[in-house]
């Protein structure tokens, strides 16, 4: 879970920015609507529409908002015109990437992911051509705190996989998919605060690459992710410490 956690610890730094853009809220609003399309408008009986309400309300969005976006999806309306996709390429130095996107228009949105990989010197793949070095986990993340103890017993009590406390402030928790739920509800009902729970696709074995390298490839998973049409990024890249201490200078 390294790479993952560590690009993590990057996004965490950069929440503010990203929060100042307004990205985050349509990404909440067409994984709502998505969600309550596939499996339907109530919470309590679709872990994927509960999971993105309770990100969107830990992000400030309105109660009205979410409502809305609900009722697009369950009742069928402008639901229908979203389509997932995924797009698989490699960036920099080979590193492996996913992107995935929601979109009413996948020629515009597949022009604009090539053309993101081919100005960072990357090229967009083949369906299956990166998919396979990624499987899914519960990842949950929490800031570090006076009550790490508490947070690790509770977390490896109720099913965690693996715990990753970092020096960056941020406590990453990783669960098999099916222990996901209980792990972040037990969490929550011991009113620990989480800054993001999600299912997500993690690489299986994390590349290693040189700060000049991890540069490019940031700014390429930094280009993908700013797409309108963007859910998720995922890669294989080790960001190396030096990485992290360069976003602080």
């Given at each position: ?68 976006a609900v009722q697009r999806g369950s009742g069928g309306e402008d639901g229908e ?147 309108d049409d963007t859910q998720s990024v995922h890669s294989n890249a080790d960001f ?10």
């Open positions: 879970m390294a790479g993952h956690s560590k690009w993590a610890n990057i996004k965490h730094r950069k929440g503010r920015q990203d929060a100042k853009r307004g990205k985050v809220f349509s990404v909440l609003i067409r994984e709502i609507t998505v969600s309550a399309k596939l499996g339907g408008g109530v919470p309590d009986d679709n872990p994927r529409l509960r999971t993105a309400i309770d990100k969107a309300l830990a992000a400030n969005m309105t109660k009205d908002t979410i409502e809305r015109n979203l389509e997932e996709v995924s797009f698989e390429g490699y960036g920099p130095g080979g590193i492996a990437i996913l992107v995935e996107s929601m979109t009413d228009n996948n020629n515009r949105t597949v022009a604009e992911v090539r053309h993101a990989f081919t100005k960072a010197g990357g090229n967009l793949g083949t369906t299956g051509s990166v998919a396979y070095l990624f499987i899914k986990k519960g990842i949950i993340q929490i800031a570090s705190s006076k009550d790490e103890e508490l947070i690790v017993e509770l977390a490896i009590d109720s099913g965690a996989e693996d715990i990753e406390v970092s020096n960056e402030g941020l406590i990453s928790i990783s669960t098999l998919p099916e222990d996901y739920e209980n792990v972040r509800r037990v969490l929550l009902d011991n009113s620990i605060e989480l800054i993001d729970s999600e299912i997500s696709l993690v690489p299986e074995t994390a590349v290693s690459i040189n700060l000049e390298t991890s540069l490019k490839v940031f700014r390429l998973l930094e280009a993908l992710e700013d797409l190396p410490d030096e990485m992290m201490e360069h976003l602080d200078s």
